[in-house]
């Protein structure tokens, strides 16, 4: 498992009954999550003594229950030799615009680009559905130039609001508000390339004109197309999943045979995960599926 265990500033402290218990800075919040599917003693105080809680709907949806949180707060991430800073806020759907499983990814390619970097390389990079900027924040970091693609304006402007918190705002990247399979297909068109690309599909949604977008049907297409987009010598290719269905397997097969065919290097596929403190475990949050060269 891919697991993100250098938070100070967020943490699971319990899971238990569809719900997992979390520590985002100085507040609690209790949120549904489908894979607690264990009943376990609720010990932990916070359980009664939480900041905001997430009530799932049974006819789908839900709300938020309020007791003391602030419209919007922040957490920090060390991440090599900077930090990066996220602003929080609760909306729809439970979420609070971060997912911090994801910090497993960035370490992960934060070391393959400023590795490149220190080499005198160039290192370009391609976020797709890249919400927030989580990935795009620690590629900035790391010394890419980034492209940012996400078809929501309100959550380019977050990331954009999140870099400036970072200290990143005058790095090179590039804010686009596009639907991501048109902008590929694009750029191929336009002969552009990258080095490396990020890409955190939805497991379903739809296009501007209402295209209907299923992660298993649709997947395979978008990898084969986004491949055309790398170098001749790619440093990195990543894929997060969070369709249930999608064992980490599939994605090995996925990019071995869509890029590790092409370029030789590595495919390796896990589980993302955040240790539980309370119980020393880890809470599954989907896959991710890494494809990385041999050479810088």
């Keep these: ?40 003693p609720r010990k932990d105080p916070g359980w009664k003594k939480y900041n905001a809680r997430y009530h799932r709907s049974s006819s789908g949806g839900g709300e938020w229950e309020f007791v003391d949180l602030p419209e919007q707060w922040s957490v920090r991430y060390a991440l090599g030799d900077g930090e990066l800073t996220f602003h929080l806020k609760p909306f729809s759907f439970k979420h609070t615009g971060l997912f911090p499983e994801q910090a497993a990814n960035w370490e992960w390619f934060y070391e393959k680009i400023r590795s490149a970097v220190k080499t005198g390389r160039s290192v370009k990079v391609l976020n797709l559905f890249a919400y927030t900027g989580g990935a795009t924040l620690a590629a900035a970091l790391a010394g890419a130039q980034v ?14 609001e999140n870099a400036a918190a970072s200290g990143l705002q005058d790095r090179p990247i590039r804010w686009l508000v596009d639907d991501c399979k048109k902008f590929v297909e694009r750029e191929i068109r336009r002969g552009n390339q990258y080095d490396a690309i990020i890409m955190d599909p939805p497991s379903y949604g739809r296009g501007p004109k209402g295209e209907l977008w299923k992660m298993e049907d649709c997947i395979h297409e978008l990898v084969s197309l986004t491949g055309q987009l790398l170098t001749d010598r790619p440093l990195f290719f990543l894929i997060n999943s969070y369709t249930t269905g999608l064992a980490p397997s599939v994605l090995t097969y ?43």
């Design 1 to 40: 498992m891919f697991l993100a265990q250098n938070w100070k500033d967020y943490e699971v402290i319990d899971t238990s009954g569809g719900e997992k218990l979390e520590r985002w800075g100085d507040y609690l919040l209790v949120r549904p999550d489908p894979q607690v599917i264990w009943h376990t």
């Design 254 to 296: 996925l990019i071995s045979v869509e890029i590790g065919q092409r370029f030789g290097g590595r495919v390796d596929s896990q589980e993302v995960g955040l240790p539980v403190r309370d119980t020393h475990l880890a809470l599954p949050c989907g896959a991710a599926g890494r494809w990385w060269s041999d050479t810088l």
């Design 147 to 160: 492209t940012h693609v996400d078809a929501s304006r309100g959550m380019v402007n977050w990331a954009k």
